[in-house]
């Protein structure tokens, strides 16, 4: 389990093999379900992109990808609306605080998007923690769901991982769940790879796993802007 093409990029993310769990009308109430039902759509393993591979280590400025699918393709879990505003407004201002702080003509200038995530931590650079972050974050997050997905079913080595290292798909899908219910405010829960094992994580606004010595392999956003308009405060 893990990134199999070992490299990160600034543009493209590599391309998700689903497996999702059931779909079902989403419950409209608490927190808890929101992110249950959007579990479902999430997937939990890359493969390499060859567009992405190509362009790692190019110079480019940082750009905002097409959604893998219609925007309508993930209702009634996320609408088209959502995704409007989601995708087009709110992931592009990222794109574009992102060169403004981290482009062309700034230190961070010529670096793929996983290693300036962790210099910028590391730097504690908020604005290009949270505006990088975010795009990375996002880049991922749009090619973890799908139209139509679901089922249990885990490829063979991460099914071994899901058993070993956090005790069961429920269990782990449990997991998963109470990290978003429980991150106060803004942030993201993960499922990630850290000394090769699983673990279940949370992170604060723009941070991502790999920030804390992780890669992420599956992930919920959590903010407001992810649901507000499916969801209101129910």
Not at 29 to 48: F, N, Q
Not at 165 to 192: E, H, T, Y
Request: proline content about 7%; charged content about 25%; aromatic content about 10%.
């Amino acid at each position: 389990v893990g990134k199999p093409d070992g490299g990160d990029t600034r543009c493209a993310p590599a391309r998700a093999t689903p497996q999702r769990q059931p779909s079902h009308r989403p419950w409209l109430l608490p927190k808890a379900a929101r992110l249950s039902c959007r579990l479902r759509l999430g997937t939990v393993w890359h493969s390499p992109d060859p567009l992405a591979q190509a362009q790692r280590s190019l110079a480019v400025t940082f750009k905002l990808p097409e959604l893998p699918y219609a925007y309508d393709a993930l209702s009634p879990h996320m609408s088209k609306e959502t995704l409007e505003f989601h995708h087009d407004k709110h992931h592009q201002a990222y794109v574009d605080n992102g060169n403004k702080f981290a482009g062309p003509g700034t230190k961070y200038d010529g670096k793929g998007i996983e290693e300036i995530c962790r210099e910028a931590f590391a730097a504690k650079d908020a604005p290009v923690v949270n505006n990088i972050g975010q795009h990375y974050n996002h880049i991922q997050f749009w090619q973890w769901m799908k139209k139509g997905g679901g089922g249990k079913k885990l490829p063979g080595k991460l099914q071994t991982m899901v058993d070993k290292d956090l005790g069961g798909f429920d269990k782990m899908r449990g997991d998963f769940v109470q990290a978003g219910v429980s991150q106060f405010g803004s942030g993201w829960a993960w499922l990630a790879v850290k000394n090769g094992k699983l673990e279940v994580q949370k992170t604060p606004n723009g941070e991502n796993p790999l920030m804390h010595g992780a890669t992420p392999i599956l992930g919920v956003d959590v903010w407001e802007h992810s649901y507000y308009i499916d969801y209101r405060n129910a």
